[in-house]
């Protein structure tokens, strides 16, 4: 009585193997290469979504092949536990971010391990847990010392009805989330990482990694954003003040029309205190977004100051104009409008009606439509007329540098890491204000800064200013009074070095242990393409500052990095917003987690988005059920006969050698390629051969089928784990198939053993034959001859001669 597959029942049997186990526990002191494989952490949300398990499986099959190749396996989770969403819960059901982030985290935790994950739940972190923030702030009170991190005024959002600070995701359309009012933009006080003092070294590390995709170096590469310009300063009329810009067309100088400052330059606040118009435009500037993207969407707005600067090389006269593009804390809060030649110059231009001056050569250019943005031939450039942009970038610089009115400058997009958040769900930065001895960090012994625990949040804003006991504490320099910092950190600063940390999480005395340099760095990182700026970047800055700190002694944290791809149904994103999602739990108690692993891994490659479909689901689920079939038809009548190789017909080296083509191929797919759809195609395609020689009966038959089985549930064990332990057991291995070594190709068997011939008689084919190529000519001739159809056209002739052309055909000659 055949059994069937029930993955219900199944899985969680083999589940419970591995954690009585620890199957999956990382040992630094196996004598092996080590494999570190990381998927990103989760945001403790409460449920997992596709997206998760995509990534997941992913890289739980990249670990478990590592883990065949002979590897000693790091495969860690963690919660990324700090963030706004537990706070707005919290506002929401009256519960205290902290609990309500734990159930989230022992809800997924579940879900992830009835996947079956290969997970060293050992090192299990969460980024809100003390013993994990506590060494965050102690790496932030060793940059304090060496000057990596500061203090400077910087804008954030600010709802003027809820008087609080907004994240920029809590700023819809220039409103507050909650209250719906005008969202303000303030200036206050935060905390930098100086990532720009790493900013050539960012950049240059770029190039030693092959095992990224092209896309996020290259995004990086424009985050980074390394240009080689001038600084040009431009005297103020009647002020003994210069006006100081940096720009990378140099060339262009001639055609500066006007220039833009920012609402908040010290030349604007100026005009604004004798002219009401000004003030009310400079007020009217501080709503909207405080985030880059949504400011270059905004309408461009702008107001004459009413003073007037000189072109540092012509002496031309150029109106300062107050603009509201133009950003503060970004270089210098001015630049110089080149309406002619730059695209946002021009639309200003047109709008307000200022002029217009071509300095570079276009033929046929419509200047009423759009600025000629292209290098070219200066003109209008008095001595510098006829060189290339190059050129005169060159000679333009150069003159200015001799009226010491402008400097070549190498300037990076890259702007400081603002890590100061006016939010209570975060990490405490580790500062206490004194009158007498300004920020003073906490010292280390009183390290960690424990963030309060279950606060009933009642309004929007953080509590922990309002908490006397948390913010009055002694200054640690004097000994007088002091105040707390109240602000936490951005939750980017915990994602930016949790895979360190992982390598040693149950280190008490230090930030990071030997181990450290054992597992790191991660070999292979997998992550959704969304991360390819900010957590990539800052992970990367991240990982230099622990080298410089002689913490890990390798510069980059990622080697191969993969971005999976998105999971879409009808053509869009599934997300809750469009009502499109499919939830993987009620998945798993349909079908298993077998059967969702394998149409995940199955349905497209990693990096292409991956269409949903139930059919493709049940196709996954049929597939397990014939490769369940197939190996009870083979425990029907198992043998241990071995394989005889030599005595193989041909039929039989035809499965062989379709068996090592498919390990031939997996291997590859799985490892170079990456692509595991088209591994799992020629698994199937394998399953499909086996089946039709199921029937076959001698011992060398059931042999060949155990051969073929057993490759089957060893190639496909890492996407389908739970069956394929169980199938192996059954087949009477005793040592589980975690631990079984990759199958090895056999180079005999993908040999060509047989070659077709063509067959003629006097120049007509007549046949085609396939044989073995050990045979030699007379054997060949003698196997022609006894060919039926070429029998009947040779009956009652004399052969003349047989032509073997070697490889191809035998013509037959005959009279
Ligand atoms: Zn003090």
């Known amino acids: 009585m055949e059994k069937p597959y029930s993955p219900l029942t199944l899985e969680p049997e083999v589940q419970a193997f ?54 000693e396996v790091l495969q860690p989770m963690g919660w990324d536990a700090f963030g706004l969403p537990a706070e707005n819960a919290a506002l929401q059901n009256k519960v205290a971010p902290s609990e309500w982030t734990q159930k989230n985290i022992a809800n997924m935790r579940t879900q992830l391990q009835r996947l079956g994950f290969a997970y060293d739940w050992s090192r299990e ?120 810009v940096y720009t990378t067309r140099a060339d262009t100088l001639y055609g ?65 104009w ?43 250019h419509d200047y009423q439509q759009s600025a000629y943005t292209d290098y070219g031939a200066v003109i209008n450039s008095a001595e510098f007329d006829g060189l290339t942009s190059a050129e005169a970038k060159s000679a333009i610089t150069k003159a200015l540098e001799k009226l010491e009115l402008g400097i070549e400058k190498i300037q990076y997009r890259l702007r400081d890491w603002g890590v100061s958040r006016q939010r209570y769900w975060g990490t405490p930065i580790p500062i206490i204000y004194c009158d007498k001895c300004g920020a003073v960090p906490v010292p280390e012994k009183d390290l960690p800064v424990i963030l309060p625990q279950n606060i009933k949040l009642t309004a929007p804003n953080s509590p922990l200013p309002q908490l006397s006991e948390f913010v009055n504490v002694k200054c640690p320099k004097c000994g007088g009074a002091g105040r707390r910092e ?64 002689g913490l890990v002694n390798t510069s980059e944290p990622f080697t191969r990095l993969l971005t999976q791809g998105m999971v879409l149904k009808d053509g869009a994103k599934m997300s809750k917003s469009k009502g499109n999602t499919v939830d993987p ?55 241990t006969h071995a394989l005889d190789i030599a005595s193989l017909n041909v039929e ?65 064990s890492p996407i389908a784990p739970h069956v394929s332990h169980f199938l192996w057991k059954e087949l009477g291995h005793t040592s589980p198939i975690i631990d079984a070594a990759w199958p090895q190709v056999e180079p005999a068997a993908l040999e060509t053993s047989t070659l077709t011939w063509i067959i003629q008689v006097n120049g007509k084919m007549r046949a085609q034959l396939t044989l073995s190529i050990a045979l030699t000519d007379a054997e060949i001739e003698e196997a022609v001859l006894a060919q039926a159809n070429v029998k009947k056209f040779i009956t009652d002739k004399t052969i003349k001669k047989i032509i073997i052309v070697p490889k191809k055909l035998v013509n037959i000659v005959v009279i």
């Open 125 to 244: 972190i969460a980024t809100c847990d003390p013993s994990y923030y506590r060494w965050e702030q102690w790496l932030f009170v060793q940059l304090f010392k060496q000057d990596l991190v500061y203090r400077k005024e910087a804008l954030v959002n600010w709802d003027p009805v809820d008087h609080t600070v907004l994240a920029n995701e809590q700023v819809i359309e220039g409103r507050g989330w909650r209250s719906s009012a005008l969202v303000e933009q303030k200036m206050i006080s935060q905390w930098f990482f100086k990532i720009s003092a790493y900013a050539d070294e960012l950049l240059q590390g770029l190039e030693n990694l092959p095992g990224w995709p092209e896309q996020v170096r290259t995004m990086q590469y424009n985050w980074i954003g390394r240009s080689v310009g001038a600084e040009v300063h431009f005297p103020v009329i009647d002020k003994d003040l210069l006006l100081t």
């Open 256 to 320: 500066v029309t006007y220039l833009s400052i920012a609402p908040q330059h010290p030349l604007a606040l100026q005009a604004a205190e004798k002219n009401p118009a000004i003030a009310e435009f400079i007020e009217h500037c501080k709503t909207g977004n405080i985030a880059e993207a949504a400011r270059a969407k905004m309408e461009k707005l702008g107001m004459p100051s009413g003073f007037y600067a000189r072109n540092p090389l012509t002496n031309e006269k150029l109106p300062i």
């Open 585 to 639: 739990q009620q998945l798993i108690e349909q079908y298993g987690a077998d059967t969702v692993r394998l149409f995940m891994m199955f349905a497209a490659p990693p990096e292409q988005s991956l269409e949903w479909s139930d059919a493709g689901v049940e196709g996954a689920h049929r597939y397990l059920k014939r490769l369940w079939k197939l190996a009870q038809t083979y425990l029907e009548h198992p043998t």
């Open 652 to 716: 039989q080296k035809s499965v062989w050698q379709q068996i090592h083509q498919t390990i031939q191929k997996v291997t590859d797919d799985y490892t170079r390629r990456q692509t595991f759809n088209t591994a799992i195609a020629s698994m199937m395609e394998l399953t499909n051969t086996l089946i039709a020689f199921a029937n076959q009966s001698s011992d060398n038959d059931r042999a060949l089928q155990r051969q073929g089985l057993e490759t089957l549930l060893l190639l496909i």
């Open 486 to 549: 109240t602000d936490t950190f951005d939750t980017f600063v915990e994602s930016s070095w949790y895979f360190t940390r992982y390598t040693c999480p149950d280190q008490t005395t230090q930030m990071l242990d030997e181990r450290a340099n054992y597992w790191l760095p991660v070999d292979q990182y997998i992550g959704g393409i969304e991360h390819a700026v900010l957590h990539l970047l800052y992970a990367r800055f991240f990982y230099k500052v622990l080298r410089d700190q």
């Open 322 to 364: 107050i603009a509201n593009y133009v950003v503060m804390d970004y270089g210098s809060g001015a630049v110089m409008a080149v309406p002619a030649h730059d695209e946002r110059d021009h639309e200003f231009a047109q709008k307000y009606h200022l002029p217009m001056k071509e300095v570079i050569a276009a033929k046929d």
């Open 18 to 71: 591995w954690q009585q186990h620890q199957s999956f526990a990382a040992n630094e002191n196996t004598g092996k290469p080590k494999f570190y494989c990381l998927s990103m952490l989760p945001y403790p949300s409460g449920q997992l979504h596709m997206g998760h398990v995509r990534n997941y499986t992913i890289g739980d099959v990249i670990s478990r092949l590592q883990r065949m190749l002979g590897k």
